[in-house]
């Protein structure tokens, strides 16, 4: 199984950026779809960006021209770059990978610890 630490949160001013960095160990990513997911107290979870096997991608409306998902298969990593950031991107982010095949796959099972990002 996959294990995903996720680093890079912080605090910045609005309009400034942040890159989120998430580090794989267990496996190796390059088979995974991957995800950055984000969270505030009292609100479910949801989907920012997500990133497939081949690479193609796709991103909430709320963030889209604002943040970048991209993955290196070599270093097993995956990352989130933010920019223009808004108070309302506020959260807790996490990164997560499932594993497609043909037959079905469970919905996203591995996740990381999360990251706090705070913009002010």
């Known amino acids: 199984h996959v294990q995903l630490v996720e680093s890079g949160g912080g605090s910045v001013q609005a309009g400034g950026s942040l890159k989120l960095s998430c580090v794989a160990s267990?496996?190796?990513?390059?088979?995974?779809?991957m995800g950055w997911f984000r969270q505030i107290p009292d609100k479910e979870r949801e989907g920012v960006a997500g990133i497939e096997s081949d690479g193609s991608t796709s991103y909430a409306d709320s963030v889209k021209g604002r943040f970048t998902i991209s993955r290196d298969n070599a270093k097993n990593t995956l990352y989130l770059q933010m920019d223009s950031l808004k108070t309302e991107d506020t959260a807790v982010y996490y990164c997560a990978a499932e594993l497609r095949s043909v037959g079905g796959w469970e919905p996203w099972p591995y996740w990381g610890q999360g990251t706090q990002v705070t913009v002010s």
């Open positions: 267990g496996d190796t990513i390059g088979r995974y779809c």
